[in-house]
Each structure stands twice: as C-alpha cells, then as structure tokens.
C-alpha cells in the first residue's frame, strides 16, 4: 500500500476527519485504530499518512505510531486527532464502512 506522508505539523494543525484547524486551546480527541494482520505500515512508523476515500473527496489523516510507544502498546497500530466527538464518530463510521478503510483496519478498536 503507498500512502503520501504529510508533515507533522500539518497533520496536528487539523481535525482528522473535518480539516477545521485544531490549536492548543481547543479540546481534542484522539483515538487509536488497529490494522489488520496483513497491513504493514512499518515503513510509515512515527509519521502521519493521507488515506484516500472512497465515499468522500477528501483524504483523512493518521499518525502510524512507532514501535515501542505506548500508543502501539495498547494495540493501536494509528492514532487519529479529531476537533469533536461527532467528527470522531463520523471518522469511526468511515473506517468501518468505506470499502478501502475496512480492509485496513480492525473493526473493533480499543478507545
Ligand atoms: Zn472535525
């Protein structure tokens, strides 16, 4: 799977699902997705990745953690940041249902 790298900084500044810009004053949430056994990320580990959907014409951003963080300790291969829980419910569907997504991830991720 090839998948485009997008800056830090770029990736942190925005809400994973909406785009609305996201800064230290704001609440945010984050959560962690699980890749399927048969998805391998290595080669993206501690950057943040654009995935394409199918379903909407804008891409969602992730964070594939690094081995040996605490994040992929608790099993979570991504971790997503989100403006809102409503984003963060809209972006869980997302990887459930879009077709691309649901063959990358787990459908039981740990909160
Ligand atoms: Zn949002």
Redo the contacts with the bound molecule.
């Keep these: 799977m090839e998948f485009s790298i997008i800056p830090d900084k770029e990736a942190l500044s925005k809400?994973?699902?909406?785009?609305?810009h996201?800064d230290d004053h704001m609440e945010v949430f984050d959560f962690g997705a699980k890749l399927k056994s048969n998805v391998d990320l290595s080669e993206y580990e501690s950057h943040c990745i654009q995935i394409g959907l199918v379903s909407e014409e804008k891409p969602i951003y992730m964070m594939v953690t690094a081995q040996g963080s605490e994040a992929k300790s608790e099993g979570k291969d991504g971790m997503f940041l989100?403006?809102?829980k409503?984003?963060?419910k809209?972006?869980k569907k997302a990887l459930a249902e879009e077709i691309s997504l649901a063959k990358m991830f787990n459908p039981a991720w740990p909160d």
């Design positions: 809400c994973a699902w909406c785009q609305s996201i989100v403006c809102s409503k984003c963060g809209k972006l």
